[in-house]
Every structure is written in structure tokens, then in C-alpha cells.
């Protein structure tokens, strides 16, 4: 049987039927249970501070710029351009446009474009779920940063002093480095409180020391799981009221805070590039970012990782862009809406990397001149002793380490380096830049590290945290928007009491996010960031593709657009949809499927006794459950294809009974169905008995 064109917006009645309603629409008035009409967006504004909201998270500021700085630089970004015309805007069309026209979230929009692949939308949905999970946790540690930001000195701009007791008192520690000792005197002895460096911070740094030791209080491996860390527990309750609170009332409620949580980040991002340019050593760090390395076109890893991070920083597959679209009138130009969002998105990574580099040079540039003036001491005291031939000597003034160039003791270093005894080194800038750029390492460590050497650290401290939070809450409102806006479309109950339902997911969240906030959660939320989401969010969208392009049928999906838009998209479009974008993402799930099998899974553990990061392999039992996390996001896929076949099956066995039952009458009328024949029959019968 032919498939029926999306549904038109003839009447606004239609606009909040249910799933049901949309499969088979009788034209009947709803009921007074069934829930009020949809919603809709009181402006454009609105609309796209929640897509641009939703769509720009923490990975444009924390991951972009290590994947730029690590690929090529500048070649990375024209290929991250050419990956985003050839496949993310198309898909991110796609998205938009299903959900405009089809008025419903992710389970009802899929479920209508292809009853046998209605599992899509409930795979979003729990792929939504896992990650809004560890997303708030990183909202947590976000606000306990900001609330230790209120002090002077930061806590993380100096190692904590340990004291150790001569007698009977017990050592214990304190922060104030003014103090070295302490004499106790009592009638019978005299104690000598001594202050030291803790040797784990001694060994690191200050900013790795309250990150590991102070905020997540972390264990040695996943294996040790620890107590539960108080402090995160606090912040854990706080981020998840903040975001109940703000979908409270649905897109009412939350767009009023977006209002404020997407534009905010725009001001501290333009503050921070303002600042960062007045450094010293953000010219070095902006021109290490961009230098373009056309080598890289070759590495098919490279290639992986610029189609995912396209994937993931458009937020394709989530079912949240579906969700916020189908609050838009049909008449919206979508296909416009694409090409603004997604340009947007790009731009702010391209802001975000600049100001990341900028102040991750001048963090850099001081470490490499401590590093060259430390190695010109040492050359200094080497002459002194006779050890150095005096032919190796440079021709800078050694003498005075601050006033040598960094380039000239680079070039001197590396000709006559490796013949100087000791333990010289290049003190390499682009080594240095390359320390705790990705993820929470970039933004709890080599951020931290660099705003606590600026004047005015707390302030530069807590409008960096606070745009980390906002960043998140938007991510957070559009994830939460994609479990809650499908489950309410397609169950009535849950439409009638959606306030019960956002608190009651709010309380969920929390309860099962406690498993972050263990002393080895960390390990956990990189577990789940890393594998919980890929890999199903990938599968998610082949499945969308295909069903939109070879089941419903690209040609048709384009004349729905053309009645809804007034006009029709480019053909291309349909060679993109069917071929381009279904090969790429194939080919995007074979190398992220065949690098996890190839290579164990690892993780970055911090290690007490060491003081530094090592790389661990997970566990047989962690692997068990990362199986399972993956299982479990797309079991919905193959559970509705069997479904889909049995509801088939029973309808189609109802039918044949049916017409076994019934002989149909034929008369002069026209007739679709036995029923309406007989209910028509009844009718002339009891006509012609009342004459």
C-alpha cells in the first residue's frame, strides 16, 4: 500500500494530535483528556538561541581546538568545512525538516516515515539519556569550580604546605605558604611544626593537584571505586535542580533561560580573545593552532575524526533537533535555519580555539622561558666549573637568561645541545601547548593553570566556570527536550502530567548520576563520553538516512518540503541523502567499529604515587558494561522492526476473518469499506420503514 505524503498544516487543531492520531487521522475534535494543542516558539529569536544553544556545547570550546591543533591545523579546518557542506548540513536538514512537517518528536516522526524503524526514535531517546546523565556531572564540576573562584588567592595557584610535628602532635596540612614552622613549647617539650610541599603536588602541579586530589579526590584505577566525594554529591542535587527548574514548563520555561544561557558565553568568549591578545605568547599560540599541515589529508584517522566531531557538534541523531523544530509553523524556512545554525556553530568553535590558544600561548611562553632561563643557570654554572668547552658556548649573553630570545636558544640548542653535559633541554613551545588540551584537561587544568597567572585571576576564574556552566545548561535543555518532547507525544498519559514527568526523569538522573560522583566516577563519565554515545548515535543516524531516502523515498521527502516550504530544494539533495551522506556515515561506523575491536579500549587514570597521568586498559568487567551501554541503545531498533512485522501480521489475519465474516452488498452508492456499506444499508432501511 502506497505510503501517505507528511501531514499538511490545513487546520492548527492537528498540530498536537498524538502518534496514533497521525497514523490514522479521522478529522474527529480531540477529547477533553488529551492534551492542549502543541506548543510553538513566541519568535525566531527563540527558536534559534535554542537550536545555536543546543547545538554549541562544551565540545566547541574543549575539543574542537585540540582536533584542529592535533590535525593540521588550518587543513583541518578546510576539511572540517568540506565534511560540513557534504554531510552535516544535509543531515541537519533532514532533521529539521522531518519534524517541521511531521509535528511531532523523535518517536513519532520515525515511527510515521517508517513504521518498521519506529525504534530510531526510542534509541535517541536513551542515547539522550546516558548522556544527559554524565553531562550534569561535568555541570557539577563546573559549579564547584565557580564557588572556589571567590577567594584570593585561587586554591589551585600554589601547592598546599604538609606539617610535620617533632613530638607528639600529628602532622596535618594547611594552605598558607607564609608560614614555614611553628614552635610549640609546653612545660615539658618543645615541638617544631615544619611546612612542606605535598609531594603529590610537588610532583605535579598545582592546578593537576586540586583537580585529582581536592575536587574528584580520585582513585589510583577504575577498579577502586572509593567513597562517594560530598562536594560533588552537593553540586550533583544543585545542576540537576537548576535544569529541572528550567523545564519546568517546557520550552516556556527553559527558552526564558537560554535567553541568557546562549548569549552569555558569546560575551566571556569575546572578553577572554579581547584579554588574550594582550599577552605575551598569544601570537606564538595562534600561529602554532593555524599552521596548516596538508600532509594530514592522507591519515584516514584524521578524516574519522573531522566527520565526528561534524556529527557531534551539530548534535545530529539525538532527536533534539527534531524535538525544538516541531515547534516551528510549517511555513518556516528550514533550509535556511540549517545553514545559519550550522555556520554559527563553526564560527563559535573558531572563536573558542582562538581564545583557547591565545591564552594557552601565554601559558606556554612563560613555561618555556622558566625553562630556558632554569637551563641558561645551569650552562652558567658548567662554565664556571670547566665542564663546558668554551666552543660550544652561544653567542647571546648567557649571562643574563631573561634577555635571551627564545629562538636564539633554540637554534643554539639545536646544534650545540646534545653536547653540553646535564640535563638540558629545547624547552619546545609547541610541547608545552600540547600538555592537557582536550576535554577536562584543557578546561579544569590548562585553563585553570593560565588564568591563575593573569591579574585579577578570581574574576578572569569565575566568568570562565560561568560560562561552562551556561554553555552545558543549553546542551542539558535540548537533550532533556529530546527524552521528554517524543515520550509525551507519544503517550497521552505522560502529555497530561509532562510537569510530573520532567521531575520525576530530574530525581532519576540524580539518583543513577550518584554513580559519577564516586572517587572513580571520572573514569566513569570518560567511560560514557567516549563510548556510550558514539557508536549508537552513529547507528542512529544510518538508519534515519536510509529510512528518509530509500524507504519513504528522497523524491517524496522533497516534494513535502516543496508543499510545506512553497518551494522545492535543490535535487542534489537526493543524490546527497541517498548516497554521499549514507556511504559516509557506513564508512564512519565501520572505522569507529574496527578501531574498538582492533585496540582495547583505555582510559587516563591519575596516579597518586607517580603524580602524573598514565594510560590503563579497562577492565574485562568495564568492558562487559560498555557491551551492555551500547546493547541497550539499540536493542529499541531490532525491537521495533519485530513489532512492526507482528502488528502487521495480526492486522492482516483481523482482515481476512473479517472478510470472511461479511459479504459485501453491492448498491449504487460508493463505498470504501464493508463497514460504511452496512452502516449506509442501515440507514435506506430505516428511511424506508419510517415513510
Known sequence: MEKLPLPADDDDNNIGTTESEVDCYSGQEQSSSEPAARAGWNSKIEYFLAQVGFSVGLGNVWRFPYLCHQNGGGSFLLLYILLMLVIGIPLFFLELAAGQAIRQGSIGVWKFISPRLKGIGYSSCVVCFFVALYYNVILAWSLFYLGNSFQYPLPWEQCPKEGN?????????????????????????????????????????????????????????????????????????????????????????????????????????????????????????????????????????????????????????????????????????????????????????????????????????????????????????????????????????????????????????????????GNLTDCDLEEEMQKGVEGTGLAFIAFTEAMSLLPGSPFWSALFFLMLLNLGLSTMFGTMEGILAPLTDRFKTLANNKTKLTIFSCIIGFIIGLLFTQRCGNYFVMMFDDYSATLPLIIVVVFETFSVSWLYGADRFLDDIEVMLGWRPSVIYKYLWKYICLLAMLGLLGATTIQMLIKRPTYVAWNEDKASEVTMEYPSWALAVLAILIIFAMIPVPLGLIHAMLQDRTKKAARDTEIGQYRIVSTDDKCETPMNDMSELDQKNSTSADF
Request: aromatic share 16%; net charge positive.
Open 165 to 421: 610535628v617533632t613530638g607528639k602532635h600529628k602532622a596535618f596540612k594547611q594552605t598558607d605558604t607564609r608560614c614555614y614552622y611553628i614552635v610549640f613549647e609546653t612545660s615539658t617539650i618543645s615541638s617544631f611544626l615544619l611546612f612542606t610541599p605535598v609531594p603529590e603536588c610537588e610532583k605535579s602541579s598545582p592546578t593537576s593537584y586540586f583537580w585529582y586530589r581536592k575536587a574528584l579526590d580520585v582513585t589510583d584505577s577504575i577498579d577502586e571505586t572509593g567513597s562517594f566525594n560530598p562536594y560533588i554529591v552537593c553540586c550533583l542535587l544543585a545542576a540537576w535542580t537548576i535544569v529541572c527548574l528550567g523545564m519546568f514548563k517546557g520550552i516556556k520555561s527553559s527558552v526564558k533561560v537560554m535567553y541568557f544561557s546562549s548569549i552569555f558565553p558569546y560575551v566571556v568568549l569575546f572578553c577572554f580573545l579581547v584579554r588574550g591578545l594582550m599577552l605575551d605568547g598569544a601570537s606564538e599560540g595562534i600561529t602554532f593552532m593555524f599552521y596548516p599541515k596538508l600532509e594530514i589529508w592522507a591519515d584516514v584517522q584524521v578524516w574519522r575524526q573531522a566527520a565526528t566531531q561534524v556529527f557531534f557538534a551539530l548534535g545530529l541523531g539525538f532527536g533534539s533537533i527534531i524535538a525544538y523544530s516541531s515547534y516551528n509553523p510549517k511555513n518556516n524556512n528550514c533550509h535556511r535555519d540549517a545553514f545559519i545554525v550550522s555556520s554559527i556553530n563553526f564560527l563559535t568553535s573558531v572563536l573558542a580555539t582562538l581564545v583557547v590558544f591565545a591564552v594557552l600561548g601565554f601559558r606556554a611562553k612563560l613555561k618555556v622561558t622558566a625553562c630556558v632561563v632554569g637551563n641558561l643557570k645551569d650552562l652558567s654554572e658548567q662554565v664556571r666549573s670547566g665542564f663546558v668547552d668554551k666552543t660550544l658556548m652561544p653567542d647571546f649573553n648567557y649571562s643574563d637568561p631573561s634577555s635571551v630570545a627564545l629562538k636564539n636558544y633554540k637554534e643554539w640548542f639545536k646544534q650545540y645541545g646534545n653536547m653540553v653535559p
